[in-house]
């Protein structure tokens, strides 16, 4: 697929002193995404917790050699001007193992958007991902995405979210962030006392019913998920999963774990 025929000049774009160079993404290059990421208003992953999208991904490991992860856009000075992630992942459906790929924290500075589209391309050209995966496109990429054929899934509610929160001062510091709310990191910690209290009282609520489940705090994930896992595999072949693993999960509960709180997550058996 060509795709520079979208790369059309703009006065945006005339601003920009050279076309950038395009080039895979490394490690060494956190920083700077790091810093194009908080530019331009989005939220930023720790080193620890972004590195793990990759390291301890068994896809990834097993085709590094070919799978950059992924793109950046260099401008003057070795700048960089642009960004997109790409962490491949096993899915599972009837029995066979895909190789899938989910574009990541896709961002351009404003002189260079006309070339945010060369990313895209980038990783549409992967002849090695046999799926295409993207569960977070706005409504502001959903046309750039079109271009390369990447249409929504022809199920569900696409323009309405449903998510539980695990973590109070990080979704309001998202949320805050994304209506451009001054300070918004600050205000989160105040602010997350309240659904914090709302969960509290619902999960007392919630004790009082006898639902035949009980609850248990571990402080990681054992070899029943593996046995849980595995049945819901077999009961549903005909359903695009996720492979995981006990290590898989584990690994992610310590990556996305904030420093200084415990690494104890809700784990629900039946009684």
């Not at 351009?108 to 799926?131: A, G, H, I, K, M």
């Not at 709302?198 to 007392?204: G, M, Q, S, V």
């Not at 819901?232 to 709180?261: D, E, M």
Request: glycine share 4%; net charge positive; proline share 4%.
């Amino acid at each position: 697929m060509i795709v520079n025929r979208y790369f059309h000049s703009t006065d945006n774009a005339k601003e920009a002193a050279r076309s950038p160079k395009l080039r895979a993404a490394a490690f060494e290059d956190y920083p700077r995404i790091a810093a194009l990421q908080v530019a331009n208003g989005l939220q930023t992953k720790s080193y620890e917790e972004w590195k793990h999208l990759w390291i301890n991904n068994s896809a990834y490991t097993k085709f590094q050699a070919s799978l950059p992860i992924g793109w950046v856009l260099e401008g003057e000075e070795k700048k960089l001007v642009g960004y997109l992630g790409n962490i491949p992942l096993f899915y599972e459906l009837e029995g066979r193992r895909l190789l899938a790929s989910v574009a990541h924290a896709w961002v351009v500075d404003t002189p260079y958007r006309s070339y945010s589209l060369w990313l895209l391309d980038q990783y549409f050209s992967q002849n090695t991902v046999e799926l295409f995966l993207n569960a977070t496109v706005g409504p502001a990429a959903t046309d750039s995405f079109a271009v390369f054929e990447s249409v929504p899934v022809p199920v569900g509610e696409w323009d309405r979210s449903a998510f539980s929160i695990t973590h109070y001062q990080g979704f309001l510091a998202s949320w805050l962030a994304m209506k451009a709310v001054p300070l918004a990191r600050t205000f989160s910690y105040v602010l997350s006392v309240g659904p914090f209290l709302k969960d509290i009282l619902a999960k007392r609520q919630s004790r009082q019913c006898e639902t035949g489940v009980e609850v248990e705090v571990c402080i990681e994930v054992d070899g029943r998920f593996d046995v849980f896992w595995e049945a819901l595999r077999k009961a549903n072949p005909h359903v695009l999963q996720h492979l995981c693993s006990i290590r898989q999960s584990n690994s992610r509960l310590k990556a996305t774990t904030p420093s200084g709180f415990s690494n104890s997550r809700w784990k629900y058996s039946a009684s």
